[in-house]
C-alpha cells in the first residue's frame, strides 16, 4: 500500500537496485528500510535488488538486509525496466562504470563518497547524469547530522557573523591493526588515495557546505608503512601505494582560511570527524564521535556568563529532522544521517526541487582532492578547480 500525498494521492514510489553489500551497502540498506517508518511524507521505497561480488554472501545480504532479489550481475540488474534507482556502495573503482551505466539507462543516482576517484572520472559522471537528465546525489552523510545540519542553519542565519576559520581532522586509527592486510583501501588502482579521499572527502566536502568553496591550498601526506601483507599472516608483501595521512592547509573564495587533517594513524581516534568554526559572533565546534552535541560559543553572551554552550541537537520543534525520531534526550546515532539524506534525497526526486550534495559537489570535493595530491607533490600552494 503506498503512502497517500497531502492532496490524497497516491505519493509515489522508488524502486531501487543496491550495488554493494558490505558496510556501506548495510548502512544504506538500514536507511531505505527505516525511511518509511519514521518520516510518513517520504516517497514509498521499495527495496528490489542487491548486488554483490559472491552469491552466497549477497543471498546473506539479501535476507539480512531486507532486499527482495539478490544478484552478482549489476549490469543487467542496472539495464533492468523495474529499476528507478541505482545506489552505488562499492569501492571507488567500480563508481564511475557504474554511475555511467545506470545514467545510460536512465535511472537516478546515489553514489558513495568520493565521487570518483580521479577528477576526471568525476567529471564525466557529471556529464552523464546531466545529459541523461536523471537526479544525482553524492552520500556525504554528514551534512545531514541534525548538529551539523543545526551548524549550517547557525552559519546561514548569521550568528557566526563574518568566518575567519574552518579547522576540521578526521582521524581513525584501524591501519595500526598490527599485521593489518594490504586491503582494497591501501590500493590505489581501486581506492584512488588513502585517508585524503576516504576522510579527507568528508571534511572537505563539510567546509565547502558551511563555509563555502576552497580556492587554493597547500598540502602534504605520507604513507607511514610502506609495506604490508598480501592477505592475512601472508610473508609475501606488497607495496602501499595510497597516503596513511595528509594534512592542508586551505584559503576559502570569502576569505577564511583554515586547516585539514585526515589520518589513519591516530591512536584512539576510531572516527573523530571534528570541525570548528570561528567567525565575528562567536564559535561552534562538533565531534562525530559525540554527534549529538554541538558547542557554541556567542560573543553575545554576557560577559561573566561567556563560555561554550553545550547544545544536544535532536530536540522536538527545534532541530531538523528530530520531530520523526524521539522525545527529547533518547539521541540519535551515526546511522540516522543515511536516513535523512535519503529522506531529503527521496522528497526532492519526487517533487523536482534540486538537492545537494549532488554529482556537481562530487565533481567540486574531487578538484579540491585533485588539488591536495597535485600540492603534496609539487610542494607549493595550488589552485582549486
Ligand atoms: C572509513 O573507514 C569509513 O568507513 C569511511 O569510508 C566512511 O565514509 C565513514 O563514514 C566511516 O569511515
Given at each position: ?5 497531502q ?28 525511511v ?25 545480504a ?25 545506489d ?39 556529464a552523464?547524469?546531466e ?14 547530522v ?12 548569521g550568528?557566526?557573523?563574518?568566518i ?6 578526521y ?16 590500493d ?8 585524503l ?40 608483501m ?10 592542508l ?25 571534528t570541525?570548528?568554526?570561528?567567525g ?31 547544545i ?9 529532522y ?25 522528497k ?9 550534495p ?21 610542494r ?6
Open positions: 500500500m503506498k503512502p497517500k500525498d492532496a490524497g494521492g497516491e505519493q509515489r514510489s522508488f524502486r531501487v537496485a543496491l550495488l554493494g553489500t558490505k558496510f556501506m551497502g548495510k548502512a544504506h540498506s538500514q536507511a531505505y528500510r527505516n518509511n517508518m519514521y518520516f510518513s511524507d517520504a516517497p514509498h521505497v521499495e527495496q528490489v535488488v542487491i548486488c554483490g561480488r559472491s552469491p552466497d554472501e549477497t543471498e546473506q539479501r535476507e539480512a538486509f531486507g532486499w527482495q532479489e539478490a544478484s552478482t550481475d549489476w549490469e543487467a540488474v542496472v539495464a533492468r525496466d523495474d529499476i528507478d534507482i541505482v552505488i556502495s562499492t569501492p571507488g573503482h567500480l563508481h564511475a562504470e557504474m554511475a555511467l551505466a545506470a545514467a545510460t539507462a536512465g535511472k537516478h543516482v546515489v553514489c558513495e563518497k568520493p565521487l570518483a576517484n580521479t577528477l576526471d572520472e568525476a567529471r564525466s559522471m557529471l552523464a547524469v545529459a541523461a537528465g536523471v537526479r544525482h546525489l553524492v552520500m556525504h552523510n554528514y551534512r545531514r541534525p548538529a551539523v545540519a543545526l551548524a549550517k542553519r547557525m552559519v546561514e542565519d550568528r557566526l557573523g563574518r575567519y576559520h574552518f579547522r576540521a581532522r582521524l581513525q586509527d584501524w591501519a595500526l591493526i598490527p599485521g593489518l592486510e594490504l586491503v582494497w583501501r591501501f590505489a588502482k581501486l581506492a584512488g588515495s588513502g585517508a579521499g576516504d576522510l579527507g572527502a568528508h571534511v572537505i566536502d563539510l567546509g565547502r557546505h558551511l563555509c563555502g568553496e576552497i580556492s587554493e591550498l597547500a598540502a602534504t601526506s605520507e604513507t607511514f608503512i610502506k609495506q604490508r601483507p598480501v592477505s592475512p599472516g601472508s610473508s609475501d606488497a607495496d602501499v601505494t595510497v597516503d596513511d595521512a595528509a594534512a592547509c586551505v584559503r576559502f573564495e570569502n576569505g577564511a582560511i583554515g586547516t585539514i587533517e585526515a589520518s589513519r594513524f591516530a591512536p584512539g581516534r576510531k572516527n573523530h570527524n570541525f570548528e568554526i570561528n565575528s559572533g562567536g564559535s561552534i565546534t562538533f565531534d562525530l564521535e559525540n554527534l549529538n552535541n554541538l558547542r557554541y560559543y556567542s560573543v553575545d553572551d554576557t560577559p561573566d556568563a561567556q563560555g561554550f554552550h553545550e544536544i541537537a535532536c530536540s522536538l520543534g527545534k532541530h531538523p528530530a520531530d520523526n525520531w524521539w522525545f527529547d534526550g533518547h539521541l540519535l546515532g551515526y546511522e540516522h544521517s543515511f536516513t535523512h539524506t535519503l529522506y531529503d534525497w527521496l526532492a526526486v519526487d517533487s523536482g526541487e534540486a538537492l545537494r549532488d554529482f556537481a559537489d562530487g565533481v567540486c570535493n574531487q578538484e579540491v582532492l585533485d588539488a591536495a595530491e597535485r600540492a603534496a607533490r609539487s607549493r600552494w595550488e589552485s582549486v578547480g
